[in-house]
T-cell receptor, first 114, second 115 residues
Framework: KQEVTQIPAALSVPEGENLVLNCSFTDSAIYNLQWFRQDPGKGLTSLLLIQSSQREQTSGRLNASLDKSSGRSTLYIAASQPGDSATYLCAVRSGSSNTGKLIFGQGTTLQVKP | DGGITQSPKYLFRKEGQNVTLSCEQNLNHDAMYWYRQDPGQGLRLIYYSQIVNDFQKGDIAEGYSVSREKKESFPLTVTSAQKNPTAFYLC??????????????FGEGSRLTVL
């Protein structure tokens, strides 16, 4: 059974710092992994999606990496800003197709202090 | 603009009442999903549908019902049989054509409170 873990549950950093959020999963047979951002009381916004054949994806100040063999993904945020404060969730799609079950981690709540 | 619209945003219900949450998408996505989010428990799948007139139970389907009469719409009914319905409900959709990524997109959520 696939399990997804995000550590730490909460993180507080000063503005301008580069930071890394972690996501680990127990079964390496995945189709893809998706990172989301959630602001309080809002829905999830897709940030990056990495296919199982890819090692990383980049969007602006965000870079997500994937290491299937070790069951890990990281989300790197460069030059953090107060507007980056939110909860970040990763979700792993198991199996060999885009119909596989999506398993979510419980998220890391990030606070960037001005 | 393309997206997923959930309504209502806030809903209050008395015990014993059924309520229906609306989810509409204009992304031409094949699959639609309902998730429940509780503090400290992450997102849990309630129901999903990959094609019109077909849907499957997720991990916590008891006390809920859905329909998929149109590709664009996937309403969720929270019945009186649901023991603890107070939660934040999220609708999502994805494209399934071919071997695409199946990237998941979410609506803004509906917060249900039972009085």
């Amino acid at each position: 059974k696939q399990e997804v873990t995000q550590i730490p549950a909460a993180l507080s950093v000063p503005e301008g710092e580069n930071l890394v959020l972690n996501c680990s999963f127990t079964d390496s047979a995945i189709y893809n992994l998706q990172w989301f951002r959630q602001d309080p009381g809002k829905g999830l916004t897709s940030l990056l999606l990495i296919q199982s054949s890819q090692r990383e994806q980049t969007s602006g100040r965000l870079n997500a990496s994937l290491d299937k063999s070790s069951g890990r993904s990281t989300l790197y945020i460069a030059a953090s800003q107060p507007g980056d404060s939110a909860t970040y969730l990763c979700a792993v799609r198991s199996g060999s197709s885009n119909t596989g079950k999506l398993i979510f981690g419980q998220g890391t709540t990030l606070q960037v202090k001005p | 603009d393309g997206g997923i619209t959930q309504s209502p945003k806030y809903l209050f219900r008395k015990e014993g009442q059924n309520v229906t949450l609306s989810c509409e998408q204009n992304l031409n996505h094949d699959a639609m999903y309902w998730y429940r989010q509780d503090p400290g428990q992450g997102l849990r799948l309630i129901y999903y549908s990959q094609i019109v007139n077909d849907f499957q139970k997720g991990d916590i389907a008891e006390g809920y019902s859905v329909s998929r009469e149109k590709k664009e719409s996937f309403p969720l009914t929270v019945t009186s049989a649901q023991k603890n319905p107070t939660a934040f409900y999220l609708c999502a959709s994805s494209m399934l054509a071919g071997m695409g990524p199946g990237e998941l997109f979410f609506g803004e959520g509906s917060r249900l409170t039972v009085l």
